[in-house]
């Protein structure tokens, strides 16, 4: 008898020194929902948020949102001229998989991630066709249509997928910048939005692969002024990006190298009628990016990364056309120096045509198995961020003589992994120099310093469990932070004060039931404290947002059909994110997806 | 085991998922009290009075309505400012006024105006700067000192020795510039050490200051008594004066609009030149102008007549964009001579 002969490929990788959550949509963030949803739904990053729908940013660890880099395939996306990305422009549609790499993880991608990265993924797969519809509509007038499909063989891929995003965003909140406070009802929030993605991928040979890949995002969107502004109405904001990225990639045994070519191109349109002030930035930013390993023996590999940018902008507040050259290379050695014990070490370059070189930033972790299941970890590196194309060339007060920011991000640990249980405690210590903060000038113009001096720290845990008791099947997933982020005085009789909108103690936390086809979820996410004025003299109250859902998908051999509702803040939370910008309290959304595989 | 931890887990989530927030809004650390917001797009202007008859006066100019609200310090505190209030500055929600011949500093809301807290026993305070450090720096007319100013505690906390009177500052990286007009020169403070680091002499009254392009911009009249005055450009970088021009009346005010590129002088007359100071371009006239603002997006900018300096001055509102036409005209206290944009939406 003749047996069948199976390729066994060996999957073992070495733990790595550093912290990277790996998030995908699930029950407790549905696909097609915002990215910044998904990041405070499940990671531990402080995402501010001015609105459902409204501008958001990132930030890790106590740092600033332009500390956090954004990439998609590769490409940074975040804009050259504001140096940090709007995480509610993306949904995770078409999005295959989300990377949040803090601190070190994060910082060696290129310039900038001090904080941390958000690395987005969508990757045509082989040998699957199909096609996915999904609907969602809810309380807030909101209605999204998503459209997936894909094809291909063994050696070529395809895949396409779009959503469209319509609301008014329109709910009542309490006004509390009046007193008595007044219900009112949200006005001039209004949103449309698209994006797109596509890819394809081409097998070559054995062991090459060339992909192809585009995302497209449209987004027009009204901003309702603070509610404690003395005039209604909204400013407008209309932001259009088209990045595409070509890839080829080729693995043998003991070498790996992918090169990646990229274009992102962007504008901002921004007006006020009101105030007669109109804004409008373009920008192109040409990137390439190529990465080696080579297995030089069983216990030593080499990688070597070096990325290149070109970013070109135009502004109605630049003096002229701008530009900025930089140069980023990474190589790092990785030693399995035992089973048990793993050592990294690298070093960084960072060149840009106008900053003195980052000639020295090295980066070392280290790992340590204890037995099985556990082992502790740390890892520290040092990085800069170099100022962004507004802070050097805005005008007015744009300040060319600014210098990047200097930092060193460590971390040290615990981890376990047993199967079903994977949990990670964590210490963190990051101190940035020249932190740039923009500041009254001449008269009423704010210009861009070096002024501050930051150590952030904190504590993290990271628990997720899955187990099953008798039909039932549970996921539990609890994350935590603790941070200071603090200014360093530079007289002795200052005091330290906790940087603005940085919570000390944030967590999130959910548990999915899973029985048959049904899935029932509850999830919470609770935000403390957070400081709006530099002096500390004026806080953000703590608050706290549960959302229950339940889902049941129907399968028909080749079809299947989710059904669910969502029941958002449903403990009727009346909040604000950002200071005078209230968010809903308690909505329904409803969805269904349509899902044809053959 | 899994049943513990279920409990465990659903315990904890329903712990914070029952958090009762009972706040939304900007709170108070102080007292807990929710945080009323200021209000927006205002302007104060600062008039200074009668000398030693104690009636300055503080008025409310507002942008988007057009009107002026008089005397608005008595209004709420029902007391008078001082003698002399001599300028204007702010942050966060406070704003300070320098009341030179009275000697003190005050504080108040920006939001509601009332006194949150003064400094007094100063000799003659002229000109205030926070250094966003805790501090802030006040100088003088006849103290030979600039004081520095613990913000926390509302005192002074030491003292820099200085030549004369020490008048208009300008902050630039780390680093502070301090006119002296009695030297004359300008000191550069070192924030950092809270130290004059260096001094650069001149041969005029520095009376005006702004930083544009890694240069400091000085202007003034060559003697106190003079209509005759100098401008230098003077190089951050290499200490070479790149531009040098003349005026033939005494310069008291300079800003550099960086979206006209180009500076807006205020001399006897209020004037907009190129950056080499080839051409003048009178764009506002007054009996006695005393002060002017322009905005940030450089398309208004507010004047300050103080006219004959006994009688009632007058304020104006001007577009900078089109030829100088005027927006509001009102009159104001007497003698006229500071303004501040009170920032919008604060926090």
Known sequence: MLLKVIEVEDTYTPPKSHTVEVLVPDDVVHEGAQLSELLQRKSLVNVKNYGPSQVSSASFRGSDPNHTQLYWNGININAPT????????????????????????????????????????????????????????????????????????????????????????????????????????????????????????????????????????????????????????????????????????????????????????????????????????????????????????????????????????????????????????????????????????????????????????????????????????????????????????????????????????????????????????????????????????????????????????????????????????????????????????????????????????????????????????????????????????????????????????????????????????????????????????????????????? | MKLRLLFFFTYALLAVACKKTDEIGPQRVEDGLPFMPAKSKRLLIGCEGNFQFGNASLHEYNIEANELTENIFKAVNNRPIGDVLQSITGWNDTIALVVNNSGKIIFIHSATYKVIAEITGLTSPRYMLNLENGTALVTDLYGNEIYIIDLKEIRVASTVPVYGWAETMVAYGNEVFIADLELPGIYRFDIATSKIIDTILLDFIPRAMDVAREELIVGGPVDFNSNHSKIIHFSLDDHEVNVQSELNEAIVQLHFDSIANSFIILGKTLYKTDWAHSTWLKIHTGAGLSRFLATPDGKAAYVLDAGDYINNGTFTAIDLSGNGSVIFESSTGVAPGSLFLVPANVP
């Not at chain 1, 793993?342 to 370059?349: D, E, H, I, P, Q």
């Not at chain 1, 113009?445 to 070096?450: A, E, G, H, I, M």
Request: glycine share 10%; no cysteine; charged share 15%.
């Open chain 1, 82 to 598: 504001l140096g940090q990305a709007d995480m509610n422009l993306l949904t995770t549609s078409g999005i295959d998989k989300v990377e949040v790499a803090y601190g070190t993880a994060g910082n060696t991608m290129g310039n900038g991630a001090i904080g941390g990265s958000v690395n987005l993924f969508s990757e045509a797969e082989y040998g699957t066709k199909g096609i996915e519809i999904g609907t969602y509509a809810d309380g807030l007038n909101s209605g999204r249509l998503r459209l997936e499909a894909n094809a291909g063989n063994d050696r070529f891929a395809f895949s396409a997928s779009t959503a469209h995003f319509r609301s008014t965003n329109s709910f009542t909140y309490p006004d509390v910048s009046k007193q008595p406070f007044e219900t009112a009802l949200m006005q001039h929030a209004h949103l449309v939005s698209t994006n797109m993605v596509i890819g394809a991928s081409h097998k070559i040979g054995a062991k090459g692969e060339i992909t192809v890949s585009g995302l497209l995002i449209e987004n027009e969107r009204q901003v309702p002024r603070p509610i404690n502004a003395s005039t209604t109405g909204s400013e407008s904001l209309a932001d259009s990006n088209m990045i595409w990225a070509v890839g080829y990639s080729r693995n043998t045994e003991n070498w790996k190298t992918q090169f990646i070519s990229g274009l992102n191109l962007a504008s901002n349109v921004y007006s006020d009628t009101l105030y007669k002030v109109y804004g409008r930035n373009t920008y192109a930013s040409y990137q390439t990016r190529w990465i080696n390993e080579w297995k030089l023996s069983e216990i030593l590999a080499l990688s070597a990364i070096s990325a290149y940018h070109l970013d070109k902008a135009q502004s109605l507040n630049f003096p002229n056309n701008v530009m900025l050259h930089s140069l980023f290379m990474f190589v790092e050695a990785k030693w399995e120096i035992s089973r048990s014990l793993f050592l990294n070490l690298g070093n960084k370059v960072q060149i840009t045509d106008n900053q003195l070189p980052g000639l020295v930033l090295p980066t070392a972790g280290l790992v340590y198995r204890i037995g099985q299941f556990v082992g502790i970890y740390t890892n520290g590196a040092r990085t800069i961020r170099n100022p962004t194309l507004n802070e050097l060339h805005w005008e007015p007060g744009g300040n060319v003589g600014l210098k990047p920011e200097k930092a060193l991000t460590s971390e040290a640990g615990f981890f376990g992994n047993n199967g079903a249980f994977l949990w990670r405690i964590n210490g963190y210590y990051n101190e940035v120099e020249n932190w740039v903060r923009w500041l009254p000038a001449s008269g009423a113009v704010f210009s861009p310093r070096n002024l501050d001096h930051v150590i952030a720290k904190g504590l993290e845990g990271r628990f997720n469990y899955l187990f099953g008791l008798g039909k039932l099947s549970y996921n539990l997933f609890l994350n935590g932070t603790y941070t200071t982020s603090q200014r360093i005085p530079k007289l002795s009789s200052e005091e330290k004060r906790q940087l603005i909108y940085i919570p000390k103690y944030q967590a999130n936390g959910g548990i999915t039931f899973r029985h048959a086809n049904w899935a029932l979820t509850y999830h919470q996410h609770w935000v403390g404290q957070r400081f709006v004025s530099f002096d500390n003299s004026v806080f953000m109250p703590a608050f706290s947002v549960g959302a229950l859902s339940v889902g049941h998908t129907r399968k028909f051999s080749s079809h299947s059909l989710y059904l669910g509702m969502e029941v958002n803040n449903v403990w009727g939370t009346q909040y604000q994110n950002v200071a005078w910008r209230p968010m809903p309290g308690r909505y329904v959304g409803f969805q269904i997806d349509y899902t044809y595989n053959k």
